[in-house]
Each structure stands twice: as structure tokens, then as C-alpha cells.
């Protein structure tokens, strides 16, 4: 983890607001997909409906349970997202522990409190910048029409069922994974996250992604509302580093 810095970052309804990135005035067209591999536009079309306003954030609700310390613990979050520029995650842990994790204005933090007074783990400088900048990048697959070529994302595809965009989050570009049934829906992802996940002290790129085990439908998007996630996924390792599950239950687009 990274040590506490003297900036503080914004309350997290100033990122909020500041993450309300407005939706382009066009709405998802057949036309949006010219010129991608064929694969990549399977996708699109099962992640979109026709019409969809081109959001450029979302806000998302959901819950689950993520591994702290060795046990699995419930918790409730809401998420404000925005492709290329930043996220903001509040929580609340077993209703006891609350706090967030961010990217924003090129930053990365944690700042995590027991009963909001106190702090049971903050972390920010540049090795946590980064890594937060690959979680908001991956996490842009559950805004598909923020990852449209005309926001800056680059696709191709691997075969039939394995595709890859580039996409940013600030400064920080990634290769993600995605693998796609013959629908185009997603199955898993992955990609090489920056992080410490065994707290050795060597900050390194290390294989992190999921499975999506549901999928639900939020205003007009299609996205993998259920999952798992974790480090040195695709590895027997994964079975340690594997520490959130969740159910996104809610998904509104930024009009």
C-alpha cells in the first residue's frame, strides 16, 4: 500500500459530480459499428440496444462480498463511472466498515474508516494511482457505449470469441480481455493489473480478472451484472487471489 500523502482528495459527492460526464447527443446506431471485426460488433450489439444515448458515465448500485483478512464479509456500494477519466466507489462493509476507493483528477486512493472515525487502511501515491487507473479501465465494460471508438478505445479481435481494446483511464492504457460467447455476451475477462497483491513490497503487473455469472439489462445496456473477480486469475492462484463477488443491481447512464 502506498503511504498517506498531505493532499486530500475531494469528498466523494464533489467526484460524483465531477464524474457526471454528459452523454453525447447522438443515440446507438447500426452505423457506430463500421469498419470493427465482426466479433467486436457481436458484442456491441448484444451490450446495447438501438437508440441508447452514447453515455460517457454511469452510475451503478450493487452488492456482495469481498475477502478481508481471510473472510468473506458482505457489503453495499454505489459507483459513479466514467471511461477515461475517473470512478468513485463508496462502501459499506458489514454496515461497520465504510469508506471508498477513487481515481480521480489523475489520482488514486483508498480510505477505508470503522464506524467513520477509525481508519482501518489508506493508501494513495503512485503505485496505487496505477493500479486503481487498470481496475476503471477493466471496469469500463460495464459501460459499453463509453468504449465506442469514437471515445478513444481501439479493438481487434483475437478469434470469434476472444477480442482486446486498449482503452485508458487518465494516463494509464491497458489490454483487456474479453472472451464472448457465440451471442457476444461476455463470459470473462482479464488483463495485467499494476499491483502487490501478496504485500511483497515489488510492485509489478500481475494477471487479474473474472468470470461474469449473470447478466441483467439496465437502461437499454446488457451488462455481466454477476461475477468474481480477483488476482493471478487464469493461474491455480486465482483461488487465493480471488476476493469480490458481486451483483450490480441497479445501472443508470449519465444523460
Known amino acids: 500500500m502506498g503511504i498517506t500523502s498531505a493532499r486530500t482528495a475531494p469528498d466523494v459527492r464533489t467526484m460524483r459530480r465531477a464524474l457526471e460526464v454528459p452523454a453525447d447527443s447522438e443515440t446507438f446506431a447500426e452505423d ?52 477515461g477519466v475517473g470512478f468513485v466507489w463508496p462502501a459499506s462493509v458489514r454496515g461497520v466498515i465504510r469508506g471508498s ?37 477493466a471496469e469500463s465494460i460495464w459501460a459499453p457505449t463509453a468504449l465506442l471508438p469514437r471515445f478513444g478505445p481501439t479493438w481487434r479481435a483475437i478469434d470469434a470469441r476472444h477480442l482486446v481494446v486498449n482503452c485508458a483511464m487518465g494516463e494509464e492504457r491497458v489490454d483487456v480481455h474479453l472472451h464472448v460467447d457465440g451471442d457476444g455476451r461476455l463470459l470473462r475477462f482479464w488483463f495485467e493489473r499494476w499491483g502487490d497483491p501478496d504485500e511483497s513490497g515489488r510492485w509489478r503487473r500481475v494477471p487479474f480478472g473474472g468470470d461474469a455469472l449473470g447478466w441483467a439489462t439496465f437502461d437499454g445496456v446488457t451488462i455481466a451484472n454477476e461475477g468474481r473477480i480477483g488476482w493471478w486469475y487464469g493461474s491455480p492462484r486465482f483461488a487465493e487471489g480471488e476476493f469480490f463477488r458481486y451483483e450490480i443491481t441497479d445501472l443508470e447512464l449519465v444523460r
Open 101 to 137: 476507493d477513487h481515481f480521480f483528477d489523475g489520482r488514486g486512493a483508498l480510505d477505508w474508516r470503522l464506524l467513520g472515525r477509525k481508519v482501518v487502511v489508506h493508501a494513495d501515491g503512485p503505485d496505487v494511482s496505477r493500479s486503481a487507473a487498470g481496475r476503471g479501465a
Open 32 to 83: 457506430e459499428l463500421v469498419g470493427l471485426p465482426d466479433p467486436v460488433a457481436r458484442w456491441f450489439r448484444a451490450s446495447i440496444a438501438p437508440g441508447v444515448p452514447l453515455a460517457r458515465a454511469v452510475h451503478l448500485t450493487m452488492g456482495g462480498h469481498i475477502r478481508l483478512g481471510g473472510r468473506w464479509w458482505p457489503f453495499r456500494a454505489t459507483e459513479t463511472l466514467a471511461p
